[in-house]
């Protein structure tokens, strides 16, 4: 064994027939933030599978009659908003320092959806569905098919430059000029930097219909359909990041058809089909613990009970 063999075996470096994928301006910053949440936040979870038949049926129903094209996703969603006026606290950012042990939580007026979208390239990247808890329910799916659409022809790189310069100057301007200074360089020279400075000056004129930095900041609660990337996902997720300084997210699965035993109106046990949609929520323990998710869930499962009020949204 030569010494280049050796040294690659031992060290785990990549050698012929290995494939090495560099990460990219996006991939680095998404697991900028992963990295982050994973060491700065005390994550718990709750998960399970709630019985949405009647819902599922009152969203066929509606459907059909509404006039536009409606995704139960948009439904699960709206009824997200609901739990949340809820649970406003949930609904928030937290600045914590581990030093003093001292923090405060912004419990936010409008409710920002960070919602996870999968580029054509294969990076994921979270967009903003602004002032979800102002929308009808047509107005948040036409604002959702909208912001997916205009994501995948934005350049993500110069919008999250455009982002890092506002807030950078946003920090100049109210005399936090170490905030100011320390975002230029992270910027440009830092592990997640997304250019360099002439990438400033050499780039091209933006897109027309290209997302505002205001729809890839951090949103104030995050949404996820892990559903949507494969039919065939049956499972239920234990726990996904936060995004800092979000408080909350709500991942949701495939809807499906599952066996049931229950007690029929004779008291005898039968079996029936209902459809299951797999819930995982995700909260920041800081905030408290589950007895501040409890009445978003309640709100939830009301809805999946009684779901006539969809056609009031």
């Known amino acids: 064994m030569g010494l280049k063999n050796f040294l690659d075996k031992t060290l785990h470096r990549p050698i012929e027939g290995d494939r090495v994928e560099y990460f990219g301006e996006v991939k680095k910053k998404c697991n ?24 599922w049926d009152a969203y066929k129903e509606l459907k059909a009659e509404c006039g536009y094209p409606l995704s139960f996703n948009t439904v699960i969603m709206r ?3 609901e739990g949340l006026k809820a649970a406003p606290r949930l609904n928030s950012h937290i600045y914590f320092k581990p030093f003093s042990v001292s923090g405060k ?15 054509d390239n294969g990076d994921t990247y979270p967009v903003n569905i602004l002032n979800a808890e102002e929308k009808t329910l047509k107005e948040l ?17 110069r919008a999250y430059t455009d982002m890092v310069l506002n807030r950078g100057i946003a920090f100049a301007l109210t005399g936090k000029l170490p905030q100011a200074i320390a975002m230029g ?10 250019g360099t400075i002439s990438d400033l000056f050499n780039r091209p004129a933006k897109e027309e219909n290209a997302l505002s930095p205001e729809h890839i900041n951090e949103g104030t609660v995050c949404f996820s359909n892990w559903g949507t990337l494969y039919r065939g996902l049956t499972g239920m997720g234990s726990q996904a990041p936060l995004l800092y300084p979000q408080v909350f997210m709500m991942g949701t699965g495939m809807v499906q058809d599952k066996e049931f035993a229950f007690r029929n109106s004779k ?5 029936g089909v209902k459809k299951v949609m797999p819930i995982t929520l995700t909260f920041d323990h800081r905030i408290g613990a589950l007895n501040d998710v409890v009445p978003f869930i309640k709100v939830l499962d009301e809805i999946f009970e009684n779901p006539s009020v969809i056609k009031e949204w």
């Open 32 to 55: 900028g933030y992963v990295l982050s949440n994973a060491t700065n936040q005390p994550a718990a979870a709750y998960a399970y599978e709630a019985d949405v038949t009647k819902l």
């Open 79 to 81: 009824a997200m908003v």
């Open 105 to 119: 939580l912004i419990i936010k007026k409008h409710i920002n959806i960070a919602m996870p979208v999968v580029l």
């Open 141 to 157: 799916q036409e604002q959702t098919t909208d912001v997916v659409t205009r994501m995948k022809t934005t350049d993500i790189k």
């Open 185 to 194: 360089i992270k910027g440009a020279f830092g592990k997640s930097k997304m």
């Open 267 to 271: 008291g005898e046990v039968d079996l």
